[in-house]
């Protein structure tokens, strides 16, 4: 008898055709359980995301999950179907957090091909995605796009005729803070928040060092790759990944994400909600043993249409290994200090 | 003043009489918290058991916990009433999971000294028990034989009668699915469960290679086998086990049945229910730092009386370490290839 | 632009009053997440805190969170305000249990200042505070004094006058209990709780070996205290730590109180509630790799007043790393045999 044909290889650049709709497995409920187990690899303390009695007063139905989390697992869903058979994550764009998760959520995901480039070498081709998390309810809780290198399973395969989205370069404003209720300014305590600083504390050009450093452990990655159903091999098979270029299991570029972000508490606590993604970058790998710092700059302070108990501001965070932020390691030249392992530029909301 | 004896040391073997009766510390509530992290050292990603959603659309009033998250944490109870003094675990045998686990279930295990064979050399003798796990209304869940190596206190000590249970190959279809509901075949989703292939789609003799590879740390498993309770030395204790023949940690076989089982959704995601185990051999041991790979063989495909919702796979799941599976490693000669560290025979559930 | 000032770089000593009032950021809601992670990490198998139906037999409404769990929580709280530029945790003294703490709880803390002297050479001084931790309700659930050596900005600065708090060497039999219910002693049973020593069966002077040992492992003590959301750096960043002079990330030391705790279940079973704390000291620094042991001696046994359902063991733990414990090592000549790494005295309850 013939092996079995019933395992999933993933789809190889020529299986994309713009148009595609992807309807991910594995849908998934998310509670308390992930939420105590993200705080404890990430270490997040946003007061928000902490403790109900905080949500309440200011005016969710209790603490929402963290924003990162439910990316994560929207993004899980989306690699054994896009990114299976992929060489790099080149880039996200237009991510927007639309609605807060809960737990006892249910979130699942879809995915629209946007966007195929075949490579000049013909072995590869660039695939875009734009994908959406959906809670229980149907509704729109995360709308993201990203766009990975995907190898030809033929290269004499037949290049499709490009198409390159017209992506922003940042999300705007009108975009901003569907997953936010209305907040309770005065009842939002910065003292168990734990700053004093609020949206009008910050000016465009800041530059905040986030001082403390994370060392980070393969089961540490492990464990929270894993639960984001994320299925990348490179993340957890030393075997393979022993022969590869690096020789090492290459940590999830969300971990770093999600590290930075936690970090970045010192300094911006009261940017307690991730609004929106506008682009990022993972600029090295990272691995099990390095020492994770990060740095922001405010790259902008706004405004939202309509609201004025919260405001914006546009932050770029860096992330580097194995070398403290103190003097805001950034690019270099045609690249980038040789530290650098993430260049993030998102939209957080802090009260007004 | 003495030093207590209220320590714990274990039964040795002539401390087992055929009959005995044992009521097993520690009872536990299991729930999301367990779940998650389950899932997070383990990976699964069978639909039923990830969204309750899911599990509502087909039966269950919501997911049930994954079945071998039971098993283990009736297995981790007996430990210390039956395998605290063992030097192998030898066997399990006529294992039928009667009752679907919720979260917020609490699990307790009894145990019944079933068989007694002192070995020729006098230095030790095989137990055989079998264990029920019961939840917080007294139903059986889960009901198995297992025998193990049991050190003897005292060599001169005279041998019991040897008693030698006659135990089934392979549990009986009828023994079958009494912790599956009915399934609302029509709304099982295949795209949400991540294959497209049902009971139908498989053939015996059917082998299936299951790809992936999933590297194992000391704190994963550790991590793991302190949520089931268990409290094996072996698993634990450098200082002690550094002195081993090994020189190392043993990884609690449990570990590599639920990574094998995990490692199992990628050829088969419909398999979503574990009815049975007909008998398990973990054929060598498992340390940190190995990659463990698995294949599957389907035995037979069998209807279940009564039923036409789900029908039965009996599948022979074998996982090796560092070596993958494309080739179907298996029996060699006498023994077993090198690589093999698990032979599991057992009976899954999928839709028809 | 200037960079921003916005990182705490936490207290330094002359920034102390004695009276000083602090209210701790971030409070936090614990749930069965986090219990399943602190049972997964240190092992813990007391029965009440493990199952809801052996709590409500005997009294409480459900199974409470580990007493030390609460603890680590609030501690972890104080961290920031207190203890951030802290070159040692000195002792703790007349910590008190006083409300057993549920999933669902909020927990936050507030210090007060108790004491202040000045080291003789200037450059740092002895920092005392009372924490309490609160429920959401207000109540006081937790309260302690612990006293930690902290850095001086500026060595010139002058010395306050020295305050150095009056402590109680034990907490007073008529301050323990507030946390436990009225227990049902008819419906505690011995075997499902894993022992047949009750209060009555213990002897001062009684010396326990708890036998077992536990490997710690980097990723578990990260994940742990990251829970607890300590964000002591030398528990966490290698980078800086391998320049330290042990050239490792510290193990914190609540994470070998909780070990010690755990492992004393064999032989301590039926002690299931720490009412009080009456002292500790963290003798030498534990790190990864380490194996950890513990034994006990009965200091004292009472009874409480007004109940005579369950009764009080005080009780000295006493840990080691990478030496077995069956010879009691203790306090040697002048100090401590040099394996100890803990030297805990304590109060705990268990049924009459």
Known sequence: MQPSTKTAAGRFFEDFRVGDQLRHATPRTVGEGDAALYSAIFGARFAAQSADTFAAAIGYPRSPLDDLLAFHIVFGKTVADVSLNAIANLGYADCRFLKAVYPGDTLSAVSEVIGLKENSNRQSGVVYVRSQGRNQRGEIVLDYVRWVMVRKRDSAA???????????????????????????????????????????????????????????????????????????????????????????????????????????????????????????????????????????????????????????????????KNRPCGDFPSRQGEGYDPAVILDLDYWALAPR
């Open 158 to 320: 037949p290049a499709p005729r490009p198409v390159v989205p017209d992506l922003p370069d940042a999300v705007g404003l009108e975009s901003l803070g569907a997953a936010c209720p209305p907040i309770g300014v005065a009842q939002y305590d910065r003292t168990l928040a734990g700053s004093p600083y609020l949206w009008g504390d910050y000016e465009a050009g800041e530059r905040i060092d986030h001082v403390d450093g994370v060392t980070v452990e393969e089961a540490e990655h492990q464990i929270a790759t894993r639960l984001f159903q994320n299925t990348a091999k490179v993340h957890f098979n030393q075997f393979s990944e022993g022969q590869s270029r690096f020789g090492r299991r290459l940590i999830y570029g969300g971990h770093v994400i999600s590290l930075a972000r936690a970090l970045s508490f010192n300094g911006l606590a009261n940017a307690f909600h991730i609004a929106a993604i506008n682009g990022g970058r993972h600029v090295a790998p990272l691995f099990a043993g390095d020492t994770v710092f990060a740095w922001s700059e405010v790259l902008a302070r706004e405004e939202l249409p309509g609201r004025n108990d919260v405001g914006a501001l546009r932050l770029r965070t860096i992330a580097t």
